[in-house]
């Protein structure tokens, strides 16, 4: 049985490479990525400190497995909302755990949404930046850009930055395409320990990250 309550009519994004950089269009001007937009302005020291420290071969393998697991969850986790058949992973170590996480997130996470508006939406603010929600719908009873993430650990708060960014982003793009009011963005993680938390920003928080964001656009686009 499908979770979906179909409230709004989202719009089919194509993804577009120009010069090396993820942008979206709806058949209008194409714009970049919301996680284009924070690569591009975050800073990679630890991330550069990281990949010298294992090393290139060791680096690309870890985020290999990482994204194929990534992507077996969420793929899993579609299927789950749009009431299909999500139990079908194979027998190999990334399968077998992206199941356990996948079960996980349903048990501990989906039992807070209330209702789902959509999956995997495309949301784009015109000539600005665009991109592709988990999910939009009820959690804990309350409006939300909801996104789903997997992790080696469960990653403290103050390291979740750009999360709330991606989030609230999302959340202006979504509020203006149809005058919604939706005031929450709600992090559900899942890690290889199949431990699960929650995290959230609404009101005064997300209006913060709100301004945040709006200055990482600002800084993006100062740097063509």
Request: hydrophobic share 35%; charged share 30%.
């Amino acid at each position: 049985m499908s979770l979906l309550t179909e409230k709004y009519i989202y719009p089919k994004l194509e993804r577009e490479m120009i010069s090396g950089v993820r942008h979206y269009t709806d058949g209008d001007t194409p714009v970049p990525s919301v996680t284009t937009i924070l690569s591009e302005t975050g800073d990679k020291t630890a991330l550069f400190e990281w990949r010298k420290r294992v090393g290139d071969a060791e680096a690309n393998r870890i985020s290999r497995e990482s994204a194929g697991l990534g992507t077996k969850v969420h793929n899993a986790l579609e299927n789950y909302c749009n009431g299909e058949v999500w139990d079908t992973f194979g027998n190999n170590m990334v399968s077998v755990m992206a199941k356990e996480m996948t079960t996980e997130m349903i048990d501990k996470g989906m039992s807070n949404v209330d209702e789902v508006w959509g999956i995997e939406v495309g949301l784009i603010a015109k000539g600005i930046y665009a991109g592709t929600a988990d999910c939009v719908g009820l959690y804990n009873g309350v409006p939300s850009i909801i996104d789903f993430k997997t992790a080696k650990k469960i990653k403290k708060r103050e390291w979740i930055e750009d999360y709330f960014l991606q989030g609230s982003a999302y959340v202006l793009a979504h509020n203006e395409m149809f005058e919604s009011k939706i005031d929450q963005v709600a992090i559900l993680m899942v890690d290889r320990d199949n431990k699960f938390k929650d995290f959230t920003i609404s009101g005064d928080e997300l209006t913060y990250y709100k301004g945040l964001w709006a200055k990482r656009v600002e800084d993006y686009y100062s740097r063509l």
